[in-house]
Structures are given as structure tokens and as C-alpha cells.
């Protein structure tokens, strides 16, 4: 047995009217066919859902079992269509989005309170993880957009991109270190101190920038340590086990013991960007928009601020 809403929608007119005349002008349509209809439905249930008289219908215990569930069950069918527009849309929806570290000490945390300020139905699912993570559960399909670090140009391969940021990379230093009261050092200066540096799987075209670096100034790195988050990177630099190439943003991390100095002689560059496959539900691409908007927004303000000064 099934019930059509339309039976539904007829019986809650009659429940609720308890009068087949004005439910059927309610209804729009002419009483017989829907004294017809009610015993129809009747007839399918196995139940008399109205007590009938000349002069008043009242439902029945098994009418009144019935009026609520039907009442909700006409809500929920009548709540689909807007539930579908809205996914479709971009409304409505959910986004599980991966970040590595230093994207914190930048925009991320004030653009991801402004986008569920303004897009409450849209499930914002966040995950800390490196690139390989990343891509891995891109290609798992459980993971809609991620925040990457990189070197300039070299995104991964099929995937829609937003650069967000490009800043030099910094020294971290022990505060202990000889060369730590310098205003700004040189290249020559620093090659030949031990290095702490993430390993090469985890941003490899940011590795092997940091590499290139050295061997254009025809060093070769001295590495000691490798480790994968940066916090933890800068706590090994307050232990003064070597120093570290770490992005300009992330001297916003104050450490004791740590200093941060800008290098001349082109120092190496990395970039932060979102990434996302190009078939991306309505709601990711919701959050893309969202972060072009919020990017413009932050340059225009910094282009005012440079003219101010």
C-alpha cells in the first residue's frame, strides 16, 4: 500500500475544516470527488478516519492517529523543493576543507567566522593537513578544497586555484645564535648554518626551492632536523638546533627565544593558495566565491592603508 500526498493533503483539509464542503473549496474542487476520495483512502487504510452525521464530521481515534504524522509528513514534501533550489544554489551543503599550518596566522580564521556568519546552512568541515594529505583525500573524494603551500607556479595538476598570499620566506633563528642581532642578513651569512626544514613529501616544490637557493649561491644545505608542522619547526629553532627557511606571516608566532630576519639576495618565495577540482558542488564553489570576495576586500583595504601613509 502506498498513499499518495495528494490523499493526505485531502484528509488534512477535512480533519482540519471538519466540514467536506469547506474543504473542498479549500482544496479547490467540488465535494463529491473528495467525499470519494476521503473513503478511498479510508478503504486503503482499513480504518474509518470520520464519524459522519447530518449535521457535524468529527475524526475518529484512528483518524486523529493519523493527523499529525500526515501534517508533518506534508511539511517535510513540501519542504523539498526549497531544500533542492538551496543545495543547488550554494545555499545549502557542506564543505570539508583541509590547511596547513601557517594559513592560521594569516586571513583564514576571520574569513572562515565571516563565511558561516553569512552562509549558516553550508557545513564547514575543517581538517589540518599537508599536501600529500591533501591530495590523497582529494583523491578519496573526502575532501572538497584545501589551503596549500607552495612555490610560486607549481600547483598540482587538475585542480582550479586561488593564490591567496606570496611572501618571502624568513630566517628563524635562536635568539642565542652569533648572527641574531643583525637588522638583515645576506645569503653567504647564513648557508653554512644547520638547517631544520620540513621534509621534501610535504611541500616538495617548496623544498626543492629552499635547495635551489643554495645551490645557486653554490652551497649545499646542512640539514639536522626535519619536522612537519612549523610551530614545531620553530620550537626546534628556540632549542637552537638550527636555524629555519619558515614564510614571512608566520613572525606573527612569537616564540621565546626566536627571532625572525628578513635575507637579501632574493631570498626564496612561496605562495598560499586554495585549491578545489573544477566539477566542485554549488557549496564549494560558495567558498571560493566567498574567498575572492574577501581577498578583493583585503587588497583594497591594503592598497588605502599604502596610500594613507
Not at 492517529?65 to 531544500?83: D, G, Y
Not at 621534501?200 to 637557493?213: G, H, K, N, T, W
Amino acid at each position: 500500500m502506498s498513499i499518495e500526498l495528494r490523499s493526505l493533503r485531502q484528509f488534512i483539509a477535512v480533519a482540519e475544516e471538519l466540514h467536506f464542503g469547506r474543504a473542498a473549496t479549500r482544496l479547490h474542487m467540488t465535494q463529491p470527488p473528495l467525499t470519494m476520495a476521503i473513503r478511498k483512502l479510508e478503504a486503503e487504510l482499513g480504518a474509518t478516519l470520520f464519524e459522519r452525521s447530518s449535521r457535524s464530521v468529527q475524526l475518529t481515534p484512528a483518524g486523529a492517529a493519523l493527523l499529525q504524522p500526515a501534517q508533518r509528513l506534508l511539511a517535510e514534501a513540501q519542504a523539498l523543493a526549497p531544500l533542492v533550489q538551496a543545495a543547488a544554489q550554494g545555499q545549502r551543503g557542506r564543505v570539508r576543507l583541509g590547511f596547513v599550518s601557517t594559513v592560521g596566522y594569516g586571513d583564514l580564521p576571520r574569513w572562515l567566522r565571516a563565511f558561516r556568519e553569512q552562509h549558516p546552512d553550508i557545513e564547514l568541515s575543517l581538517r589540518e593537513a599537508t599536501l600529500d594529505v591533501q591530495l590523497r583525500e582529494f583523491a578519496s573524494g573526502d575532501l572538497d578544497a584545501g589551503f596549500i603551500i607552495h612555490a610560486p607556479g607549481a600547483l598540482p595538476a587538475g585542480f582550479e586555484a586561488l593564490t591567496v598570499a606570496r611572501e618571502p620566506l624568513v630566517l628563524a633563528m635562536s635568539a642565542e645564535e652569533a648572527l641574531a642581532g643583525r637588522a638583515r642578513l645576506s645569503a653567504k651569512e647564513v648557508l653554512a648554518l644547520a638547517l631544520v626544514i620540513f621534509p621534501r613529501e610535504i611541500a616538495p616544490s617548496l623544498f626543492d626551492a629552499v635547495l635551489a637557493f643554495y645551490r645557486d649561491h653554490g652551497a649545499t644545505p646542512r640539514i639536522v632536523q626535519e619536522a612537519i608542522q612549523m610551530q614545531t619547526i620553530v620550537n626546534l629553532v628556540s632549542a637552537d638546533i638550527g636555524v629555519a627557511w619558515v614564510p614571512e606571516g608566520l613572525m606573527e608566532l612569537q616564540r621565546s627565544g626566536v627571532v625572525y630576519k628578513r635575507v637579501r639576495d632574493a631570498a626564496p618565495v612561496c605562495e598560499t593558495s586554495l585549491i578545489w577540482r573544477p566539477d566542485a558542488a554549488p557549496a564549494v564553489q560558495r567558498f571560493v566565491a566567498h574567498a575572492k570576495a574577501q581577498l578583493k576586500q583585503h587588497r583594497q583595504v591594503s592598497k588605502v592603508s599604502r596610500g594613507a601613509r
